[in-house]
C-alpha cells in the first residue's frame, strides 16, 4: 500500500530501530532516563529556549500548554481550521474549561493576520464578557493544506498578542516543513512564541512523542501536568533514542516530502474536475477538492484503495501528505490511479 493518508504513517528506520534496542535508559519519573535527557536538552537548544519536554503526543503537548497559559472561562482564540479546535475531542474544554473562539483566516491561507485575531480580542476586563486568554497559532498549517507562516509575521502576531497580555503558544507539529519554505531555522520561526509543541512522529519520522518547549518555569509547571494527565513514563529513552534520530537528521530530507508533494499537485491539477491551486502546495500536505468530478470522495478513496492507494477524505476534499516511505514512483502510480478513476469515459 501506498500509504498517503498522514506523515504519521511512517516506520521507523532500521537506524532508529538499532538505536530504540541499544538505548541507555533509566526511570524518566525520577528525571533518571540519560537518553530522554539527552533529547530535551537537545530539543530545547534547538529551538533556543530555556527547557523543554517529551510527552507521548502532539495532543498532550498542545493541552498541556492551553491549560498553562489559561484560567477556566477564558477564550482561546485559534484559526477555524486548527488543530486543537478540531482534532482534540474537546480536550481544552475537559480539562482548561475555555471556550475555543475560532477565527477565519479570509485568504483560506490558515495564517491569521492581526485584524482577523483583533475581530475577537477581549481583554477589557469587563466581569461579563468573555475574556481571552491565549493566542494558538498553527505552522504548518494542517487543513489549510501546510501553509507556512513566516518568522516575521509569527514575531508580529506574538508582539501584538504580548502588548494585549496574551501569551502565544504555536502548534508546531510539522514547524520543521516550515523551516525548508522559509530558510529560517525552528528558533526564528518561534523565537517569540510563549510555549512550542512540535511532533517527533511525523515528518521527521519517529514512532512515537512530541516536545514541549518553553521557558524553565512553563516546562518545571508542564511535567506536572504530564504526570496530572497520565504521561509521566518509565524508560521512556526507548522512544527518546529514536527522536534524538528524527530531531537530528530528519529535518535535513524534508524537502525531499515537499518535491514529491509538488510533483502530485502537479499530475492531478490536470485531472479533470480536480480544484487545487499548485502554488499553495508549500510542503507535504496535498489537499484537493473534487466536488466536480460528480464522484464522491469516499467512492474515489475505495477505488484508490483497490489501487494500492490510500489518502483521506474530509467532505468533498481529499488529503495526500508524503513523507520518508514515499518514493517517485509512489507517487507517480497515484496520479496513474486518480486519472484512470476520474477518466470521465470510465463509469
Ligand atoms: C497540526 C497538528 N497538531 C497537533 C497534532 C496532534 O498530534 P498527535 O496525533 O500526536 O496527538 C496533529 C496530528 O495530526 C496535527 O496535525
Given at each position: 500500500m501506498i500509504d498517503l493518508r498522514s506523515d504519521t504513517v511512517t516506520k521507523p528506520s532500521d537506524k532508529m530501530r538499532a538505536a530504540m534496542a541499544n538505548a541507555e535508559v533509566g526511570d524518566d519519573v525520577y528525571g533518571e532516563d540519560p537518553t530522554m535527557n539527552r533529547l530535551q536538552e537537545r530539543a530545547a537548544e534547538i529551538f533556543e529556549k530555556e527547557a523543554a519536554l517529551f510527552v507521548p503526543s502532539g495532543t498532550m503537548g498542545n493541552q498541556i500548554a492551553v491549560k498553562l497559559h489559561t484560567q477556566p472561562g477564558q477564550d482561546v482564540i485559534i484559526e477555524e481550521r486548527g488543530h486543537i479546535l478540531n482534532y482534540e475531542v474537546g480536550s481544552s474544554a475537559i480539562f482548561a474549561g475555555v471556550t475555543i473562539r475560532p477565527v477565519k483566516s479570509v485568504d483560506g491561507?490558515?495564517?491569521?493576520t492581526w485584524d482577523e485575531i483583533a475581530t475577537?480580542?477581549?481583554?477589557?476586563?469587563?466581569?461579563?464578557h468573555n475574556q481571552t486568554g491565549l493566542l494558538c497559532l498553527e505552522n504548518t498549517h494542517n487543513l489549510a493544506g501546510g501553509r507556512v507562516m513566516s518568522a516575521d509575521h509569527c514575531a508580529d502576531l506574538c508582539e501584538k498578542a504580548h502588548a494585549a497580555g496574551l501569551p502565544v503558544h504555536m502548534d508546531g507539529a510539522r514547524i520543521f516543513n516550515a523551516t525548508v519554505v522559509t530558510n529560517s531555522s525552528v528558533a526564528e520561526l518561534t523565537r517569540h512564541c510563549d510555549s512550542i509543541q512540535f511532533c517527533l512522529?511525523?515528518?521527521?519520522?519517529?514512532?512515537v512523542g512530541s516536545i514541549l518547549v518553553g521557558s524553565k518555569d512553563f516546562i518545571r509547571e508542564a511535567l506536572i501536568w504530564r504526570k496530572r494527565f497520565?504521561?509521566?513514563?518509565?524508560?521512556a529513552g526507548i522512544l527518546a533514542a529514536a527522536g534524538l534520530i528524527a530531531l537530528e537528521e530528519s529535518p535535513k530530507r524534508l524537502h525531499e516530502d515537499h518535491e514529491l508533494a509538488h510533483h502530485l499537485a502537479i499530475g492531478i491539477a490536470g485531472i479533470p474536475g480536480i480544484a487545487i491551486n499548485v502554488e499553495t502546495v508549500e510542503t507535504n500536505i496535498v489537499i484537493f477538492d473534487?466536488?466536480?468530478?460528480?464522484?464522491t470522495t469516499k467512492g474515489i478513496c475505495a477505488s484508490l484503495k483497490e489501487n494500492g492507494v490510500l489518502a483521506s477524505e474530509f467532505g468533498t476534499r481529499m488529503r495526500m501528505v508524503t513523507h520518508c516511505d514515499v518514493s517517485l514512483k509512489d507517487i507517480e502510480t497515484t496520479i496513474e490511479a486518480m486519472g484512470s478513476i476520474l477518466d470521465s469515459r470510465s463509469a
Amino acid at each position: 500500500m501506498i500509504d498517503l493518508r498522514s506523515d504519521t504513517v511512517t516506520k521507523p528506520s532500521d537506524k532508529m530501530r538499532a538505536a530504540m534496542a541499544n538505548a541507555e535508559v533509566g526511570d524518566d519519573v525520577y528525571g533518571e532516563d540519560p537518553t530522554m535527557n539527552r533529547l530535551q536538552e537537545r530539543a530545547a537548544e534547538i529551538f533556543e529556549k530555556e527547557a523543554a519536554l517529551f510527552v507521548p503526543s502532539g495532543t498532550m503537548g498542545n493541552q498541556i500548554a492551553v491549560k498553562l497559559h489559561t484560567q477556566p472561562g477564558q477564550d482561546v482564540i485559534i484559526e477555524e481550521r486548527g488543530h486543537i479546535l478540531n482534532y482534540e475531542v474537546g480536550s481544552s474544554a475537559i480539562f482548561a474549561g475555555v471556550t475555543i473562539r475560532p477565527v477565519k483566516s479570509v485568504d483560506g491561507s490558515g495564517i491569521l493576520t492581526w485584524d482577523e485575531i483583533a475581530t475577537v480580542l477581549n481583554t477589557d476586563g469587563v466581569y461579563d464578557h468573555n475574556q481571552t486568554g491565549l493566542l494558538c497559532l498553527e505552522n504548518t498549517h494542517n487543513l489549510a493544506g501546510g501553509r507556512v507562516m513566516s518568522a516575521d509575521h509569527c514575531a508580529d502576531l506574538c508582539e501584538k498578542a504580548h502588548a494585549a497580555g496574551l501569551p502565544v503558544h504555536m502548534d508546531g507539529a510539522r514547524i520543521f516543513n516550515a523551516t525548508v519554505v522559509t530558510n529560517s531555522s525552528v528558533a526564528e520561526l518561534t523565537r517569540h512564541c510563549d510555549s512550542i509543541q512540535f511532533c517527533l512522529s511525523k515528518g521527521l519520522g519517529a514512532p512515537v512523542g512530541s516536545i514541549l518547549v518553553g521557558s524553565k518555569d512553563f516546562i518545571r509547571e508542564a511535567l506536572i501536568w504530564r504526570k496530572r494527565f497520565g504521561g509521566g513514563m518509565r524508560q521512556a529513552g526507548i522512544l527518546a533514542a529514536a527522536g534524538l534520530i528524527a530531531l537530528e537528521e530528519s529535518p535535513k530530507r524534508l524537502h525531499e516530502d515537499h518535491e514529491l508533494a509538488h510533483h502530485l499537485a502537479i499530475g492531478i491539477a490536470g485531472i479533470p474536475g480536480i480544484a487545487i491551486n499548485v502554488e499553495t502546495v508549500e510542503t507535504n500536505i496535498v489537499i484537493f477538492d473534487i466536488a466536480a468530478t460528480g464522484k464522491t470522495t469516499k467512492g474515489i478513496c475505495a477505488s484508490l484503495k483497490e489501487n494500492g492507494v490510500l489518502a483521506s477524505e474530509f467532505g468533498t476534499r481529499m488529503r495526500m501528505v508524503t513523507h520518508c516511505d514515499v518514493s517517485l514512483k509512489d507517487i507517480e502510480t497515484t496520479i496513474e490511479a486518480m486519472g484512470s478513476i476520474l477518466d470521465s469515459r470510465s463509469a
